[in-house]
């Protein structure tokens, strides 16, 4: 179960407004600046990140962008553990699809934590429908890509296979509806690391997702590298990263994957534990990043860090990247240990590592 974190300040995000930097990082001082928008480079994999919208999509949301130096951007537009749908600010929603289309930005959404399509109780899958078709129409109004979903869990003791069955009964009659116009955002389901009873984690059980869904043309991958890591692939051995990718494309066919989470693991491979660290300061390391960026499965696949840091750190793990996307690997930075996940005390101040203070995204 995923604390609670304290209430947004305002705006529609579950994240705090932008803190200043911290200079307990250890950084070297980074270059923030991204891409011109006309380089090979970037339009192969734009880089960015999760980015804090309490506040205003445009004030707080772009502003946190450019200090990263992003040229790809992921925010809620919903709080991530709530069921409220609430309708934006035309005017910061505007400002914001304006900006983002004159700084080339890739823009997508993450929906609520909450959602689970595959529940076995009737008022969570209802609740789940309602705002995931919210999630797509304010990513249409906001001019996204993708919404990312959780692929969820088999509550109630049920099987995958009685989950998928409710996976395709919820969300089918959606896509079908079109949330988000002709037009509008792709799904983009995320595999979770592996908990409990989870319907998808390794990313060949993909495949039976895809299926449940009949294979929709508006349904995507986003793959999140601690995720899979978490679940079992072994994207810490050489040769790993395209181990996995093939085994995507089997399972869900060319063109699928449409969104990265780029985030390196404070758990080893096969934990099952959902804890992000920065680039290169966890269990999967450098390597498998660099290898990821340089896959042809990856081409014009953008890269959003979700990882914890700040804006100091994640302005430092976009450059690290963008350091490997050139073709040069970074000096080598000190591994990063996180602390169990605390079993008792209070909901508001317990925050497992991969939630956070800053709000990124899981």
């Known amino acids: 179960?995923?604390?609670?974190?304290?209430?947004?300040?305002?705006?529609?995000?579950?994240?705090?407004?932008?803190?200043?930097?911290?200079?307990?990082?250890?950084?070297?001082?980074v270059d923030a600046r991204p891409a011109d928008p006309g380089d090979p480079a970037?339009?192969?994999?734009?880089?960015?990140?999760?980015?804090?919208?309490?506040?205003?999509?445009?004030?707080?949301?772009?502003?946190?962008?450019?200090?990263?130096?992003?040229?790809?951007?992921?925010?809620?537009?919903?709080?991530?553990?709530?069921?409220?749908?609430?309708?934006?600010?035309?005017?910061?929603d505007e400002e914001?699809?304006?900006?983002?289309?004159?700084?080339?930005?890739?823009?997508?959404?993450?929906?609520?934590?909450?959602?689970?399509?595959?529940?076995?109780?009737?008022?969570?899958?209802?609740?789940?429908?309602?705002?995931?078709?919210?999630?797509?129409?304010?990513?249409?109004?906001?001019?996204?890509?993708g919404v990312v979903v959780h692929t969820g869990s088999a509550t109630g003791g049920r099987d995958r296979a009685t989950g998928?069955?409710?996976?395709?009964?919820?969300l089918l009659p959606l896509l079908e509806e079109e949330p988000g116009g002709p037009d509008g955002p792709m799904l983009l389901l995320e595999?979770?690391?592996?908990?409990?009873?989870?319907?998808?984690?390794?990313?060949?059980?993909l495949g039976p997702y895809l299926a449940a869904l009949d294979h929709h043309p508006r349904v995507g991958v986003c793959l999140d590298t601690c995720h899979?890591?978490?679940?079992?692939?072994?994207?810490?051995?050489?040769?790993?990263?395209?181990?996995?990718?093939?085994?995507?494309?089997?399972?869900?066919?060319?063109?699928?994957?449409?969104?990265?989470?780029?985030?390196?693991?404070?758990a080893p491979r096969g934990s099952r534990r959902d804890r992000h660290a920065r680039i290169g300061r966890g269990h999967i390391g450098d390597p498998a990043f660099a290898e990821l960026l340089a896959h042809p499965a990856t081409e014009g696949v953008p890269l959003v860090i979700e990882t914890p840091g700040g804006p100091e750190g994640h302005a430092g793990d976009v450059a690290r990247l963008r350091e490997m996307r050139a073709g040069r690997m970074p000096a080598p930075v000190p591994r990063e240990e996180?602390?169990?996940?605390?079993?008792?005390?209070?909901?508001?101040?317990?925050?497992?590592?991969?939630r956070p203070a800053d709000g990124t995204g899981g």
């Open 228 to 266: 899979v890591f978490a679940a079992g692939h072994d994207l810490d051995r050489p040769g790993g990263v395209g181990r996995m990718l093939a085994a995507l494309e089997e399972a869900v066919g060319p063109g699928r994957l449409r969104l990265i989470h780029a985030n390196d693991s404070a």
């Open 1 to 29: 179960m995923i604390s609670s974190p304290p209430p947004a300040t305002s705006g529609e995000g579950g994240a705090p407004a932008v803190v200043p930097p911290s200079t307990a990082t250890g950084d070297a001082p």
């Open 191 to 205: 595999p979770t690391a592996g908990q409990g009873s989870s319907v998808c984690s390794l990313v060949e059980e």
């Open 338 to 354: 996180h602390p169990p996940r605390r079993t008792g005390g209070s909901r508001s101040t317990s925050r497992p590592a991969s």
């Open 164 to 170: 998928l069955a409710a996976v395709r009964e919820r």
């Open 42 to 92: 970037r339009r192969r994999n734009p880089l960015g990140g999760h980015v804090p919208v309490a506040g205003g999509l445009a004030r707080t949301g772009l502003a946190y962008a450019r200090r990263m130096g992003a040229e790809a951007v992921q925010v809620f537009v919903a709080n991530p553990r709530g069921w409220a749908t609430p309708t934006g600010d035309p005017a910061q």
């Open 96 to 145: 914001f699809r304006a900006g983002c289309a004159a700084e080339g930005l890739a823009v997508f959404v993450h929906a609520p934590y909450l959602i689970n399509p595959a529940s076995h109780d009737g008022t969570t899958g209802e609740r789940s429908v309602v705002s995931l078709r919210h999630s797509l129409r304010r990513g249409a109004a906001i001019g996204t890509l």
